[in-house]
């Protein structure tokens, strides 16, 4: 018997033919390579979403405490270089939604996380006095309608935005993207000349504004986007 021959009547025994043998380790030997070249993402980078996935995120979260409070909420897009604040005095206009007098030691501590994960100067301890930290990532942050953080089991409620363009998504001054609408008969969305918000809200009942956004200082992300109100999914209709 050849030696060939004898590979080949081995290797069948075992469940293997000489060839398929050859392609297994030729497999491996291609995925050990490509391994080589991967760097595996960091914990913060598999968390950020695109904007639909991102938005509808804020509004489980939103809809989750309006129903336990029995009051509505916000949901606010805060972009990418921005400061945002801890502060005596809340201000989500400028926004500072985190009030320096928080008491709680499990939402403190949540506090100065998404502070580490949001932004690039991040208190290591419960500030003395304000804070203000510019964001490295946009993101959406759920809020009652005074602009105050609220928490979901001691957790601040927010999504990152995954950023293409490492910069500011809009280029709106006051960041605001959000705009009130309709989809009319040709599923062509039609402004209620409005002007623009910085938020929206989610009501008790679970329904939201029905909002359009729109990100146009990123090719990736320059759609509309529409929220049902009802399902609370952003549907890109461009």
Same mark, same amino acid.
């Given at each position: 018997m050849s030696k =060939? !021959?004898?590979?080949? %009547?081995?290797? +069948?025994? !075992? %469940? @293997?033919? @000489?060839v398929e043998l050859l392609i297994v380790i030729m497999l491996l030997f291609i995925v050990g390579v490509a391994t080589l070249k991967l760097t595996f993402p960091k914990k %913060?980078? =598999?968390?950020?979403k695109g904007p639909p996935e991102a938005v509808e995120s804020a509004i489980r979260m939103a809809r989750k405490i309006a129903n336990r409070e029995a009051k509505p909420m916000r949901i606010w897009f805060v972009d990418q270089s921005v400061n945002i604040q801890i502060d005596e005095k809340l201000n989500p206009r400028l926004n500072t939604f985190f009030p320096l007098d928080e008491s709680n030691p499990n939402r403190k501590n949540s506090i100065l996380d998404f502070f580490e994960e949001t932004t690039t100067s991040p208190p290591q301890t419960w500030p003395?006095? *304000?804070?203000?930290g510019l964001t490295n990532t946009p993101l959406f942050l759920v809020t009652d309608m005074d602009g105050k953080t609220v928490f979901d089991e001691d957790k601040v409620c927010y999504a990152i935005l995954r950023n293409p363009g490492k910069d500011q998504l809009t280029k709106h001054p006051d960041h605001a993207v959000f705009e009130e609408g309709y989809l009319d008969s040709s +599923?062509?969305?039609?402004k209620e000349k409005t002007g623009l918000s910085q938020y929206f809200t989610v009501?008790? *009942? %679970? @329904?939201?504004?029905?909002v359009g956004f729109n990100f146009e200082n990123c090719p990736e992300y320059n759609h509309d986007y529409v929220i049902d109100p009802i399902a609370g999914i952003a549907k890109q209709i461009n």
């Amino acid at each position: 018997m050849s030696k =060939l !021959n004898y590979m080949r %009547g081995k290797y +069948s025994k !075992n %469940g @293997l033919t @000489l060839v398929e043998l050859l392609i297994v380790i030729m497999l491996l030997f291609i995925v050990g390579v490509a391994t080589l070249k991967l760097t595996f993402p960091k914990k %913060g980078d =598999l968390q950020k979403k695109g904007p639909p996935e991102a938005v509808e995120s804020a509004i489980r979260m939103a809809r989750k405490i309006a129903n336990r409070e029995a009051k509505p909420m916000r949901i606010w897009f805060v972009d990418q270089s921005v400061n945002i604040q801890i502060d005596e005095k809340l201000n989500p206009r400028l926004n500072t939604f985190f009030p320096l007098d928080e008491s709680n030691p499990n939402r403190k501590n949540s506090i100065l996380d998404f502070f580490e994960e949001t932004t690039t100067s991040p208190p290591q301890t419960w500030p003395k006095y *304000s804070h203000s930290g510019l964001t490295n990532t946009p993101l959406f942050l759920v809020t009652d309608m005074d602009g105050k953080t609220v928490f979901d089991e001691d957790k601040v409620c927010y999504a990152i935005l995954r950023n293409p363009g490492k910069d500011q998504l809009t280029k709106h001054p006051d960041h605001a993207v959000f705009e009130e609408g309709y989809l009319d008969s040709s +599923s062509k969305w039609k402004k209620e000349k409005t002007g623009l918000s910085q938020y929206f809200t989610v009501y008790p *009942s %679970g @329904l939201c504004d029905y909002v359009g956004f729109n990100f146009e200082n990123c090719p990736e992300y320059n759609h509309d986007y529409v929220i049902d109100p009802i399902a609370g999914i952003a549907k890109q209709i461009n």
